[in-house]
C-alpha cells in the first residue's frame, strides 16, 4: 500500500456548490440534503426489482374489483392546486377495457357527498401491465377540491362499484409529505430500498405545492420506484441525468511528474469502492478539487457510471517533491451495472497559477 504523506492542504472554501446555485438561481428552499444516502451507497447491493405496479400504501387505498376489472388510485396525494385526478384501470385481458358506459364521480368521505360527477374521462392507451393490462383514465375536475379524503367511484351498467382512495393536502399537508421523504432516509428506517436510497441524493420544495426530487439517474423506472417505496404525489418534480455520458478525453495516468494510481490493480466483482492514490513527483504545487469520475469500457468507449449530482466544492493543494494523497471513489452499485471488466478513474487537476491548463489525470484498474 502505497504511503500517503501528510500533503501540505490549502483548503479555501469555495462554496460555489450544486446546492448554492440553487438557491441563488431558483430561490429554491432545501428542507434536507440526505447525508443517510451516501452510507447506504457506499455498502449497499443491488436489491432486487421492486413490483412497481403497486401503489403506497399510506392512504389505505381501496382496491376493489368488477369481474376481470380493478381500480386504483394513480396518486395516493394530490395538492390542493390540482386540475385533475386519476385513476388507473387493470385487467388481465385487453377486453375488459372498453371505456363503453364507464362512469365516474368523486366522494368527499368525511361527508359522503358527490363533490365531482358528469365528467367526460380522458382514457390513456392501454399499456401492458403486470399481469395484464392497464389504462389510466383522467378526470378533470370543474371545481376546486379542499383538503381531504376523497374517492373515486366508478360504475359500469349492472356491474359492483369500484372505489379507489386519494388524499388532497394542503400547503402543510405538503410538509407532511417532505416529512414522509425525510423519514424515508433516516438512519432509523432499517427497510429502505438500497436502489431508491442510493439514488436520490438531494430534495426540496420548488413552490408551494411542488416537491423536487433529483436524481443521480432519473428514468421512469427509478421514477416509479420512488413513487411505490416512498411517497405517491402528483406534484413530484424529478430531476436528473437520463443518460450515461461518454468519456471522450486521453486517459493519462502518468505526466509532467503527475501521476494517479489505484490501491488494487484487480477487485472483486463485489467492490463498492476504490481507493486510489494521487502523486506529484513534480517541482510544482498540484491543485485539485472532490468530483471524480468512473467509467468502464464498452465496445471501445468510456461509459462513465452514474455518480454524485451535487459536490462540495473546496479546492486542495499537493506540495511538490513526492507527496501523495489517498482518495476513495464510489461505485453506487445500486444504481450501477458493475460488471467484470476494464475501467478507469479521472479527476480535473493543474498546477497552482496556471489553472488555464487543467487536464484529467487517470487511474485504471480491472474488476473480475
Not at 387505498?61 to 396525494?77: F, Q, R
Not at 365528467?119 to 392501454?126: A, N, Q, R, T
Not at 468510456?302 to 476513495?328: C, H, K, R, Y
Request: include cysteine.
Amino acid at each position: 500500500m502505497p504511503h500517503a504523506d501528510k500533503p501540505f492542504k490549502i483548503v479555501i472554501f469555495v462554496f460555489i456548490t450544486y446546492i448554492y446555485n440553487l438557491i441563488m438561481l431558483r430561490e429554491l428552499s432545501i428542507y434536507m440534503a440526505i447525508t443517510a444516502v451516501m452510507g447506504s451507497c457506499a455498502m449497499g447491493q443491488k436489491s432486487s426489482d421492486t413490483d412497481l405496479s403497486t401503489q403506497n400504501d399510506s392512504v389505505d387505498v381501496e382496491l376493489s374489483d368488477e369481474g376481470d376489472l380493478t381500480m386504483n388510485s394513480t396518486w395516493d396525494y394530490y395538492p390542493v392546486s390540482v386540475a385533475s385526478i386519476s385513476v388507473t384501470l387493470h385487467s388481465a385481458s385487453m377486453s375488459a377495457l372498453t371505456d363503453d358506459g364507464y362512469k365516474f364521480a368523486i366522494i368527499d368521505e368525511s361527508t359522503q357527498k358527490v363533490v365531482g360527477n358528469n365528467f367526460d374521462p380522458i382514457y390513456s392507451k392501454i399499456t401492458n401491465d403486470t399481469g395484464g393490462y392497464g389504462q389510466i383514465v383522467e378526470l378533470r375536475l370543474k371545481e376546486k377540491l379542499i383538503a381531504g379524503k376523497y374517492c373515486v367511484k366508478f360504475s359500469h351498467g349492472d356491474s359492483d362499484t369500484l372505489t379507489a382512495a386519494f388524499e388532497v393536502v394542503s400547503s402543510k399537508g405538503v410538509m407532511t409529505v417532505m416529512d414522509r421523504i425525510g423519514d424515508y432516509f433516516s438512519d432509523k428506517n432499517k427497510s429502505r430500498n438500497d436502489t431508491v436510497a442510493c439514488n436520490v441524493y438531494m430534495f426540496g420544495i420548488v413552490s408551494d405545492d411542488s416537491i423536487e426530487v433529483a436524481l443521480r439517474h432519473d428514468s421512469q423506472r427509478m421514477r416509479k420506484l420512488f413513487c411505490s417505496d416512498v411517497v405517491s404525489y402528483s406534484a413530484l418534480k424529478f430531476t436528473g441525468q437520463v443518460n450515461p455520458h461518454v468519456y471522450k478525453g486521453p486517459v493519462v495516468t502518468d505526466t509532467l511528474g503527475v501521476s494517479m494510481t489505484t490501491l488494487e490493480q484487480i477487485y472483486p466483482d463485489t467492490v463498492s469502492e476504490i481507493k486510489f492514490v494521487l502523486h506529484n513527483n513534480s517541482n510544482k504545487t498540484l491543485c485539485y478539487g472532490t468530483p471524480y469520475t468512473v467509467a468502464r469500457h464498452v465496445d471501445g468507449k468510456w461509459i462513465e457510471l452514474f455518480q454524485n449530482g451535487v459536490w462540495d466544492m473546496p479546492l486542495f493543494s499537493l506540495a511538490p517533491g513526492g507527496n501523495s494523497e489517498v482518495m476513495t471513489a464510489k461505485l453506487y452499485r445500486p444504481i450501477n451495472d458493475i460488471l467484470p471488466g476494464e475501467y478507469v478513474i479521472y479527476k480535473d487537476v493543474y498546477f497552482a497559477g496556471d489553472s488555464g491548463s487543467r487536464w484529467n489525470i487517470s487511474a485504471r484498474f480491472s474488476i473480475k
